[in-house]
T-cell receptor, first 111, second 116 residues
Framework: SQTIHQWPATLVQPVGSPLSLECTVE??????LYWYRQAAGRGLQLLFY??????ISSEVPQNLSASRPQDRQFILSSKKLLLSDSGFYLC??????????FGPGTRLTVL | AQSVAQPEDQVNVAEGNPLTVKCTYS??????LFWYVQYPNRGLQFLLK??????LVKGSYGFEAEFNKSQTSFHLKKPSALVSDSALYFC??????????????FGAGTRLAVHP
């Protein structure tokens, strides 16, 4: 069966510091991968999606970037964090039926 | 443009009573519709989906949803609510104009509170 991992689970970072969040998927090949941000425990904002290695599409121009160095690895990065980057970051993968499956999330607090 | 709406911020129901969480959509063509549940500080869990076929879709944890094309709705239902059903529920529709990539458009979420 397929599983999706995210780490770290929680992170507290100062403003201006770099960020790297990692997501890996097991048990499937060539998945579509997604990064979302959820603010204030409500709506989801799609940040990036990827249909293959090195293929990244950005939904919202912002202080973040994404990379996909391997088929089942998706990384969210920032060179300098802003206060507004705080939130709950969710990684997801999708199968051929368009169903998305989410990881456990990373709670990021920028101080 | 594709969109999905969840008209209620919160739904309150007593344990043992039936529950309904509402969702309406606006898409061109036939919709692919999904329901997800999120418990505090956790990722979203897939509950059920409608792609084609029977209008009544059964999913995980005793939930079901009814697709109504004339009312453009996809309400989530459960005959008897449990306190453990208390969570945040998201409706989603596939974005048909995403250039072949399967993106989902999510509603704003409805918080379900089941009281003992």
């Amino acid at each position: 069966s397929q599983t999706i991992h995210q780490w770290p689970a929680t992170l507290v970072q100062p403003v201006g510091s770099p960020l790297s969040l990692e997501c890996t998927v097991e048990g499937t090949s060539n998945p579509n991968l997604y990064w979302y941000r959820q603010a204030a425990g409500r709506g989801l904002q799609l940040l990036f999606y990827s249909v293959g290695i090195g293929q990244i599409s950005s939904e919202v121009p912002q202080n973040l970037s994404a990379s996909r160095p391997q088929d089942r690895q998706f990384i969210l990065s920032s060179k300098k964090l802003l206060l507004s980057d705080s939130g709950f970051y969710l990684c997801a993968w999708s199968d051929q039926t368009d169903t998305q499956y989410f990881g456990p999330g990373t709670r990021l607090t920028v101080l | 443009a594709q969109s999905v709406a969840q008209p209620e911020d919160q739904v309150n129901v007593a344990e043992g009573n039936p529950l309904t969480v509402k969702c309406t959509y606006s898409v061109s063509g036939n919709p692919y519709l999904f329901w997800y549940v999120q418990y505090p500080n956790r990722g979203l869990q897939f509950l059920l989906k409608y792609i084609t076929g029977d209008n009544l879709v059964k999913g995980s944890y005793g939930f079901e949803a009814e697709f109504n094309k004339s009312q453009t709705s996809f309400h989530l239902k459960k005959p008897s609510a449990l306190v453990s059903d208390s969570a945040l529920y998201f409706c989603a529709v596939r974005d048909l104009f995403s250039g072949g990539y399967n993106k989902l458009i999510f509603g704003a979420g409805t918080r379900l509170a089941v009281h003992p």
